[in-house]
């Protein structure tokens, strides 16, 4: 009796705008210098720095999973556009995608009903609260350096989101 043997390939996970303090067993982590040293506490870089705008690292259909939390936002939609083609490019078919991304109906929300807990909080409105909600909402979706935001060039919600990916795979396919 024979046993077939068979070859372990190593799964390709990326995690895109992962920050400079990131790390995890298995795993590619992407961010730009620039963006990710804010974030990283020790001398030790754990990602690949690169400008994912001049794409991704990987050959055609060769990502097993692709990760990314809080980073679409940070691109104009033209360029979250180019952006996820280029993940579509390197991931294998029927691979998972996992966007997150801050949802504009709740920030609408929160504004509309003058939630001061929520838009006083500045790990929530990404930059150093002012002295009133509609700037603390607004520094979430603009970039402008008296907001010392985190330059989210555009805002989604499920409508956009949707729409944004339907095109993207209409004019692939």
């Not at 390939?9 to 992407?30: D, Q, R, T, Y």
């Not at 690949?48 to 980073?71: M, N, R, W």
């Not at 929160?110 to 002295?131: A, H, Q, S």
Request: net charge negative.
């Amino acid at each position: 009796m024979t046993t077939a043997s068979v070859a372990y390939k190593p799964l390709i996970k990326v995690n895109l705008g992962c920050g400079g303090n990131w790390k995890a067993e298995g795993w590619f982590g992407l961010d730009m210098h620039a963006t990710s040293f804010i974030w990283q506490v020790g001398a030790e870089k754990t990602y690949l720095d690169i400008d994912v705008k001049k794409g991704l690292p990987f050959a055609d259909q060769s990502v097993d999973v692709v990760f990314s939390s809080h980073t679409l936002e940070h691109f104009t939609h033209a360029e979250a556009v180019v952006l996820l083609a280029e993940i579509y490019r390197v991931m294998k078919v029927g691979a998972p995608l996992c966007l997150v991304v801050p949802d504009m109906d709740i920030y609408v929300d929160k504004l509309i009903k003058r939630d001061e807990t929520f838009l006083m909080t500045p790990e929530i409105v990404g930059g150093r609260i002012k002295n009133n909600l509609t700037d603390n909402f607004l520094m979430n979706f603009y970039s402008d350096p008296r907001f010392n935001n985190t330059c989210h060039k555009y805002a989604y919600n499920f409508e956009n989101m949707q729409a944004t990916l339907f095109f993207l795979l209409a004019g692939i396919a």
